[in-house]
Each structure stands twice: as structure tokens, then as C-alpha cells.
């Protein structure tokens, strides 16, 4: 089955600083790669998703690259703001359908 | 358009007991996911429906959970006996069709002592 890796676990960064978060991922037939971002006890919501015909995708300060020859897609946030704040999560499906996560991403915005 | 609504939002039970969870879907999505979230981890799937049919089973542990989405709509996730280790954050989740963006529901945190 699919098998996604993200990187870091945790990421600190000062206010208005960028924030770069990284998976990679086992199966050469996913096609799509969505992002979750889940603030502190609340459910995981959807921020931003690519599928495989297109390498980059924007929405505002948002952005996300993929790379499907080294299998790994990466999430950019600029400016980042404290309510930035959260755990962002990675995922990929296709072949078989079945989203798989990564194991997340601490992000801490510091003001 | 209301969201996918889950119930109950917090369990606590003893170990050997059991359990159920209650997940209804947004209108008209065609597969539904149950996840385990547990705490510091990334939500791992242990079932996905697609209609009223199982697509994918294999991470959930038979011998202790069972699932079923009724007419292809609502859903119930049951363990029985729980575990400790089973003690986490169990998400519903639906998506108009396989590979598009997953809606979650609050999820219900469950506690085994």
C-alpha cells in the first residue's frame, strides 16, 4: 500500500517568516495530494490539494509544488501569521483509492 | 450545506467493554472513512465505504471492531471488547467520490481505563 513520509515533526518559525513542509510518497500511481491543516482539538480541514497534471498551486499565501518523478510534493506558507499556528497533514491517494496520511506537522508561529 | 455530524463527541469506558459510534455523512458524498487518530499521529484509516461497499478493510482489527454504513448512507463504527491502546480520536470522514477532498466530522475522543 501507499506509504507517505512528512518532515519535519515540528517547525518554529518568527512571524512573517516562510514555513516549507515536505512529504514524499511510495506510490507512483497516487494522483492526488491534498493538505489538511487541524488547529488544537478540532477536526482536520482541507487548505489546499493538487492532483498530478499539475506541478504548483497557489491560493494566496498558500502554495503547494509536486514532484512526481522524485515522488514528493511540498507545502509553502509565506508570511506566516500566529493563527498559522496547527498541525498540517499530508495525504495521497490514487492507485488504490484509499487517502494515507502523514504523520503531521507542528507548525508554531511565534509572534 | 451541513457538515458530517458525529456522535457521541466523548466516551469513556473500561477496558472489555464495548462501544459504538454514530457518523452521517454530507448528502449525496458516495464514500465515507472511518479514522483513528492517535494523539500526536496522523489519522490512519481503518475502513472506507464507497456506497454501501466496503472498499478497504484491511487495517481494521476484526477481531475486536466491526463496521456498516446502512443503505449506503449513515454509518457505525462498534468495538467490542476495547483495549486500552484503542483509546483515541475516532473521525468520520466523506468525500463526493474517491480522490476529492475529505470532509471531517468533530470526531468522537474516546477513553479506555
Known amino acids: 500500500g501507499e506509504n507517505v513520509e512528512q518532515h519535519p515533526s515540528t517547525l518554529s518559525v518568527q512571524e512573517g517568516d516562510s514555513a516549507v513542509i515536505k512529504c514524499t510518497y511510495s506510490d507512483s500511481a497516487s494522483n492526488y495530494f491534498p493538505w489538511y491543516k487541524q488547529e488544537l482539538g478540532k477536526r482536520p480541514q482541507l487548505i489546499i490539494d493538487?492532483?498530478?497534471?499539475?506541478g504548483e498551486k497557489k491560493d494566496q499565501r498558500i502554495a503547494v509544488t509536486l514532484n512526481k518523478t522524485a515522488k514528493h510534493f511540498s507545502l509553502h506558507i509565506t508570511e506566516t501569521q500566529p493563527e498559522d499556528s496547527a498541525v498540517y497533514f499530508c495525504a495521497a491517494s490514487g492507485g488504490s483509492y484509499i487517502p494515507t496520511f502523514g504523520r503531521g506537522t507542528s507548525l508554531i508561529v511565534h509572534p | 450545506e451541513a457538515g458530517v455530524a458525529q456522535s457521541p463527541r466523548y466516551k469513556i469506558i473500561e477496558k472489555r467493554q464495548s462501544v459504538a459510534f454514530w457518523c452521517n455523512p454530507i448528502s449525496g458524498h458516495a464514500t465515507l472513512y472511518w479514522y483513528q487518530q492517535i494523539l500526536g499521529q496522523g489519522p490512519k484509516l481503518l475502513i472506507q465505504f464507497q456506497n454501501n461497499g466496503v472498499v478497504d478493510d484491511s487495517q481494521l482489527p476484526k477481531d475486536r471492531f466491526s463496521a456498516e454504513r446502512l443503505k449506503g448512507v449513515d454509518s457505525t463504527l462498534k468495538i467490542q471488547p476495547a483495549k486500552l491502546e484503542d483509546s483515541a480520536v475516532y473521525l468520520c470522514?466523506?468525500?463526493?467520490?474517491?480522490?476529492?477532498?475529505?470532509?471531517f466530522g468533530s470526531g468522537t475522543q474516546l477513553s479506555v481505563l
Open positions: 470522514a466523506s468525500s463526493l467520490n474517491s480522490n476529492e477532498k475529505l470532509f
Open positions: 493538487i492532483r498530478s497534471n499539475v
